[in-house]
């Protein structure tokens, strides 16, 4: 196995860069929480990074909009946002780097700040979560 995921898309260089949001869509499907983490969004220096994981694969996108949450009643799913930068205390953070790794099972990326906080999301089987 290889330590390095396949990465579609461009990583950014985020090093020194201050996290201004980092919020989770999740996905629910009948009134049930069916992916607690759908799609990670991350706001560094005014950009947004859509951040996306798949059978192993991470999806690594510029957005040029902020996310929203969305409905979509004709086929009974949401898709709430989450505001884990606020929840983790990592708003105003300087993210000191980020490493992608292949795992068993998947994939996963994690976030190391200066202050010494991490944030770490893994996939494995198609389930994203956030490891604590």
């Not at 898309?9 to 989770?24: H, R």
């Not at 990074?49 to 996310?67: E, M, N, S, T, V």
Request: glycine letters at 8%.
């Amino acid at each position: 196995m290889s330590d390095s995921p396949e990465v579609i898309g461009q990583p950014s260089v985020l090093a020194g860069a201050i996290c201004e949001q980092l919020l989770c869509q999740q996905y629910w499907y009948c009134g049930e929480l069916t992916a607690e983490i759908n799609v990670v969004f991350l706001r560094f220096d005014g950009v947004w990074h859509r951040l996306c994981f798949d059978c192993g694969i991470i999806f690594w996108r510029i957005c040029d909009a902020p996310p929203t949450s969305t409905e979509a009643p004709e086929i009974g799913a949401s898709y709430p946002l989450i505001d884990l930068g606020t929840q983790l205390a990592l708003r105003g953070e300087r993210l000191d780097h980020y490493d992608m790794k292949t795992i068993q099972g998947g994939s996963r990326a994690e976030f190391m700040f200066s202050s010494g906080h991490a944030v770490v999301f893994q996939s494995i089987n198609d389930i994203t979560a956030l490891v604590k």
